[in-house]
């Protein structure tokens, strides 16, 4: 039997995270995997673009957990694992909003505002 090139078998693999279908090997129902379809979801990267309540909504799923579960089985299968965050990483990591009166100088009155 002959072997396959490296080529191929990165060709493979690259075809298997890209579909739908390779999702069933990590817990995820042949009937999630049509509504998905259905909903214009084409591959495992584009379920990595939602959050559980976006997904849960889509999909009009009646349990938050099952679409935790789709979600947790793309990221598994792409091995992109999120990183545990603080609170306050999240925090120190946002874009800080400008506040009322905050200016570059500091000051609101060099803006020509007044107060």
Known sequence: MPRKSKEAKVEEKTQSIDDLDSLRGYGVSSQMIERLRAVGVTNPKHL?????????ELLNLSELDTARKVITAARELLGDEPK????????????RAVRAGDSEEGDHRSQGFAK
């Open 84 to 95: 545990p965050m603080s609170a306050r990483e999240r925090v120190d990591g946002a874009p």
């Open 48 to 56: 990595l673009l939602f959050n559980a309540e976006e997904l849960m």
